[in-house]
């Protein structure tokens, strides 16, 4: 069995790598006293003492606005924490897989989807931490594979008090019966998480790259939330015009997260496409509606 170190197990996508995985790898999860990520040299003396073949790199500071309120500590995690475990990873001849985010996107204009080769200059700290990231790490460890991934959602809770999702979320205010607004400015992907982690294992083997590594949410051209939510609810057998139209959220600056996943393709993994995939797990989540 191949030894997997997973960083951040205690967060939303390392906890259930660790979970999900558990029966193909040996998993080992370090926490912040085992290996302090920002700490080059202990980074190396802990990947060097477990050997591991994999790494996925889940640690980080995930949340956007806590990155603009504490931008130094989130640099230095999102930044240098990733490039210390992407090199760590290259010299023992571990396959690392890192953790970026559709983010980079932000602030880039139009509604087509976006390319990996694009030249991107993301508005928030969040996205130039993790655009950032992913240079100082393919720098150092050309062989690592850097996951652009979409807003992840679960259809269950794996910890009391855990953050919520967009599918709980929805089902939250489905069953409070409020309305439903969502943005006719905001396009992003959404991707089931269990998707995700399904398909880190054949991601262990693509060659090292940035990659947009989540669903397609918009083929050939952007559909905003509200004509997302729309088709998540007639998938679901639920009645769309449940949904209003939301005109002001992001009307001054329009928002496209929405990514291509092309290249993703031509490797060999997919993801099915978000609508589908949401209103699939709502209409079996249907127990749960009131
Ligand atoms: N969730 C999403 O929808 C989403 C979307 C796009 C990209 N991403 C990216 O995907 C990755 C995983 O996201 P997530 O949602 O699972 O994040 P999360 O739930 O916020 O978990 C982050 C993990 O990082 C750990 N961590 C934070 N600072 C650390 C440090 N200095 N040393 C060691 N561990 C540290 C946390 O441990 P403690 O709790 O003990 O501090 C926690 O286990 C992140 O890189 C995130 O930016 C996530």
Redesign the pocket.
């Known amino acids: 069995m191949k030894k997997l170190l997973i960083?951040?197990?205690?967060?939303?996508?390392?906890?259930?790598a660790a979970a999900m995985l558990a029966d193909r790898f040996g998993i080992v999860t370090?926490?912040?006293r085992d290996?302090?990520?920002?700490d080059r040299e202990a980074v190396r003396r802990f990947f060097d003492a477990v050997r591991p073949d994999l790494v996925l790199?889940?640690?980080?500071?995930?949340?956007v606005g806590q990155c603009g309120r504490e931008p130094e500590k989130s640099w230095?995690?999102?930044v240098d924490?990733?490039r210390n475990v992407a090199e760590a990873s290259g010299e023992i001849g571990a396959k690392c897989l890192?953790?970026?985010?559709?983010?980079v996107y932000a602030g880039a204009d139009g509604i087509e989807a976006h390319r990996e080769e694009e030249d991107v200059t993301p508005v928030p700290l969040?996205g130039r931490e993790?655009l950032t990231a992913e240079r100082e790490c393919l720098a150092v460890n050309p062989d690592c594979v850097m996951?652009?991934?979409?807003?992840?959602?679960d259809v269950r809770t794996m910890v009391p008090g855990?953050?919520s999702?967009f599918f709980r979320g929805l089902l939250a205010r489905i069953a409070s019966g409020e309305v439903l607004r969502f943005s006719a400015h905001d396009r992003r992907g959404l991707t089931y998480?269990g998707d995700v982690v399904e398909n880190l294992v054949p991601a262990f083997s693509i060659p090292g790259g940035v990659y947009n590594f989540g669903s397609p949410s918009t083929v050939p051209v952007g559909r905003t939330m509200f004509e997302a939510a729309r088709t998540i609810f007639t998938v679901a057998g639920l009645d769309p015009d449940r949904i209003e139209c939301d005109e002001e959220s992001f009307r001054d600056a329009p928002r496209n997260l929405c990514m291509d996943p092309a290249k993703l393709f031509s490797v060999g993994i997919r993801f099915p496409e978000t609508a589908e995939r949401v209103g699939e797990l709502l209409k079996a989540a249907e127990g749960m509606l009131p």
């Open positions: 960083t951040g197990a205690s967060g939303f996508l390392g906890g259930r370090p926490n912040h290996m302090d990520i920002t790199h889940g640690a980080a500071i995930s949340d230095r995690i999102n924490g990733s890192l953790c970026s985010s559709d983010q969040y993790k996951m652009r991934l979409t807003w992840m959602y855990e953050k999702d998480v």
